[in-house]
């Protein structure tokens, strides 16, 4: 009771001025409120920067995309490395080691493609000319299709298809050259990526100046190589099961290239839906290519959609749904954004950026309750 005396007494000194109240800082006493112009100065240097970076990246495509493509693919072996230590391998040497089978395997894998990718381009017009018996057939029992095709001449079209081959395979040929290049870039930056992963890291660390600052970058750091680890070693056993039974698919339903089938359907899932498109009309084309009945021709491709459309909706979220949480729009727009930048690479990393700038962003946006370094 006694206690309450002073502190009534505080009240009625401050409400009759006595006691003087805190000084104002002068920069709140100097504050405006921000106004509508402001704003909208604000947001167009936002988004003049935004469009001067995307033209950049779009203009150096040819040296951004291996390196960014060696950045993420470095950033999964040199994880994977890190586990190795606890053997007593160092995780420079562990890194290099994961890096030298993952290029061995990569050139086994094109060594096997060489093959069957050059006796298609020879039989190209062969191909071209027996699609588009088969598909005229298909194509006239539609009333739109019937009246389109009405004046032309089927041997006609057939040889113009044939004419344009030739073109058509010119223009393959000349991005083999660009490829190579960026192959051997992308090959450079993965070995000097995974032989400086740990210097690099001390560096960026150290480049901060204070103490929180320093533990705030090895937690993003950490958050980062953590989600994009998980998700490739996740996705790629589940997609290496999904391609297994393409093959499986491919094989009963008739269509050659079995194998092949499997690795399309491995590699173009890491795709977000227009793998999967992509994947599910070249079926349907190889089927109505092999079979003469339409049951037969789509069932194949129809086996596949319905396997993917599974694994995407229930296997896939069931396993990596409680870590990773992607709204599928901003998924959406990335692929469009990165296909339209990089091409085919562009719509695979898609992904993997997003998860990346996902991660960075919530691991700056909410803070640790207790200061410390991560676990």
Partial sequence: MGSAIPERALFKAKKKGEIPAPPVAEDELNFEPKSGLDLVVAWSIVGTFVIAMSAVVYTLESILMPVTLAIVVGMVLGLAADKLERFGLPPVLGGLTFGVIFVVLIFLLVNELIDPLSNIAADAPALIE??????????ERFEWARRAIAGADEKAMADMAIANAGAMLGVVAAGITPAFVQTLIFLAALGLFLLGRTHLRKTIIMGFATHDR???AIRVMNAT????????????????????????????GGLPGAMLWGLFAFVSSFIPYLGVTAMTLALATGGLMTHDTMFFALLPATLFFLLHLVMENLVTPAILGHRLEINPFLIFVAIIFWTWMWGAVGAMLAMPLSLI???????VRTRPPERQLPG
């Fill in 130 to 139: 027996r699609g588009v018996q088969r598909f005229l057939p298909y194509l």
């Fill in 214 to 216: 320093r533990l705030a």
């Fill in 225 to 252: 190589e953590s989600a994009v680890g998980f998700y490739f070693s996740t996705a790629s056993l589940i997609y290496l099961t999904l391609g297994t039974v393409t093959a499986l698919i491919a094989f009963v």
């Fill in 357 to 363: 700038a996902m991660t960075i962003f919530n691991e």
